[in-house]
Nanobody, 126 residues
Framework: QVQLVESGGGLVQAGGSLRLSCAAS????????MGWFRQAPGKEREIVAA????????YYADSVKGRFTISRDNAKNTVYLQMNSLKSEDTAVYYC???????????????????WGQGTQVTVSS
């Protein structure tokens, strides 16, 4: 069983920055495809970004390309999401997720992820 704990959410003004962290338990963290998803009220959960186990491959939703950066530190079992130039439409609950066998082909599909964190609220005021 893998436990994921997100942190770093909060309230920020438009144009500001936040850095989310997701700490994972487990001894095979560097095998997992890790993803960040978000869900706004009344909307479906959507992919924000994903990163392969080695960190060599990253994937981004078009809406965040050039503004958000996903990274990981396998020595610390942690994945990060640096969010810059935040917009009001980025307001959502952000979730960290882990795919034990992910090749990255379906990184955008919530159903391929095996483990989820509890979520952290990000609110961007305009």
């Amino acid at each position: 069983q893998v436990q994921l704990v997100e942190s770093g959410g909060g309230l920020v003004q438009a144009g500001g920055s936040l850095r989310l962290s997701c700490a994972a338990s487990g001894r095979t963290f560097d095998n997992y495809l890790m993803g960040w998803f978000r869900q706004a009220p009344g909307k479906e959960r959507e992919i924000v970004a994903a990163i392969s186990g080695s960190g060599a491959n990253t994937y981004y939703a078009d809406s965040v390309k050039g503004r958000f950066t996903i990274s990981r530190d396998n020595a610390k079992n942690t994945v990060y999401l640096q969010m810059n130039s935040l917009k009001s439409e980025d307001t959502a609950v952000y979730y960290c997720a882990a795919d034990r066998y992910g090749s990255g082909t379906y990184y955008y599909e919530p159903k391929v992820y095996d483990y989820w964190g509890q979520g952290t609220q990000v609110t961007v005021s305009s």
